[in-house]
T-cell receptor
Framework: GAGVSQSPSNKVTEKGKDVELRCDPISGHTALYWYRQSLGQGLEFLIYFQGNSAPDKSGLPSDRFSAERTGGSVSTLTIQRTQQEDSAVYLC??????????????FGPGTRLTVL | AQKITQTQPGMFVQEKEAVTLDCTYDTSDQSYGLFWYKQPSSGEMIFLIYQGSYDEQNATEGRYSLNFQKARKSANLVISASQLGDSAMYFCAMNNFNKFYFGSGTKLNVKP
C-alpha cells in the first residue's frame, strides 16, 4: 500500500513569510509525528498526534510553530514568520499505535525547507 | 536525560566484511521497543529492524541482526557482508509508549 507522503518536497521561502507543510500518513495509522532534522544532525521531535487525544506539543521550539491534524488523517505543520534557523528537513512519520512499544514508525520522504 | 546513545559518529568497513554499530539506551520501564533506521544520502528514513524488550531471541532481518543485551541496555546493529549500498547514516531509536527517542546517528562508509 501507499506509504507516508509529504508535500512539498522542497520549499524555498523568504524570511518572515509563513509556510505550510503537509503530511498524509499511511491509511489506518492513528499516530502521526513531526520531526525536524538540521543538516548532518539527528532527529528533533516536534509534535505527536494520537487519535482524538490532545497532541503532545512538547517539542515545538517556539510559538511560531503549530500543527493540526484534520479528521485523524492529514496533518499540516505551519511555521509563521520563518527565520533562517528554521531551514531544515521536516520529516513526518506514522504508526498504527495499537500496542504501545511494539509499534514501528514509518517515515515520509521529508520536506526540505530553505529560508533565505 | 539522554535516552539513546550512539558513541560512534563515523565508521569505516571494508566491503563484504561485517560491522557492528553501537547503541545503548536508558529507561526504567520494562516495556519498550528498539529500532534501527537507515538514512541514505537521499534523506529518507528506512526502517531496518525491531526488537521488543520481552523478545528472548535477537531479531534478524536478512543481513541485519540486532544484538540485544538487556542487562547492559544495549541494542547493537550488526550488518553482515557489507555492501557499498550500506553507506548511510544509521539511527537507533526506542519506542517508550509511543514516544520515540532517537540517537545522534552513526555514519557508515563502506570501502570497496
Amino acid at each position: 500500500g501507499a506509504g507516508v507522503s509529504q508535500s512539498p518536497s522542497n520549499k524555498v521561502t523568504e524570511k518572515g513569510k509563513d509556510v505550510e507543510l503537509r503530511c498524509d500518513p499511511i491509511s489506518g495509522h492513528t499516530a502521526l509525528y513531526w520531526y525536524r532534522q538540521s543538516l548532518g544532525q539527528g532527529l528533533e521531535f516536534l509534535i505527536y498526534f494520537q487519535g482524538n487525544s490532545a497532541p503532545d506539543k512538547s517539542g515545538l521550539p517556539s510559538d511560531r510553530f503549530s500543527a493540526e491534524r484534520t479528521g485523524g488523517s492529514v496533518s499540516t505543520l505551519t511555521i509563521q514568520r520563518t527565520q533562517q534557523e528554521d531551514s531544515a528537513v521536516y520529516l513526518c512519520a506514522s504508526s498504527l499505535a495499537l500496542a504501545g512499544w511494539t509499534d514501528t514508525q514509518y517515515f515520509g520522504p521529508g520536506t526540505r525547507l530553505t529560508v533565505l | 536525560a539522554q535516552k539513546i546513545t550512539q558513541t560512534q559518529p563515523g565508521m569505516f568497513v571494508q566491503e563484504k566484511e561485517a560491522v557492528t554499530l553501537d547503541c545503548t539506551y536508558d529507561t526504567s520501564d520494562q516495556s519498550y521497543g528498539l529500532f534501527w533506521y537507515k538514512q541514505p544520502s537521499s534523506g529518507e528514513m528506512i526502517f531496518l529492524i525491531y526488537q521488543g524488550s520481552y523478545d528472548e531471541q535477537n531479531a534478524t532481518e536478512g543481513r541485519y541482526s540486532l544484538n540485544f543485551q538487556k542487562a547492559r541496555k544495549s541494542a547493537n546493529l550488526v550488518i553482515s557482508a557489507s555492501q557499498l549500498g550500506d553507506s548511510a547514516m544509521y539511527f537507533c531509536a526506542m519506542n517508550n509508549f509511543n514516544k520515540f527517542y532517537f540517537g545522534s546517528g552513526t555514519k557508515l562508509n563502506v570501502k570497496p
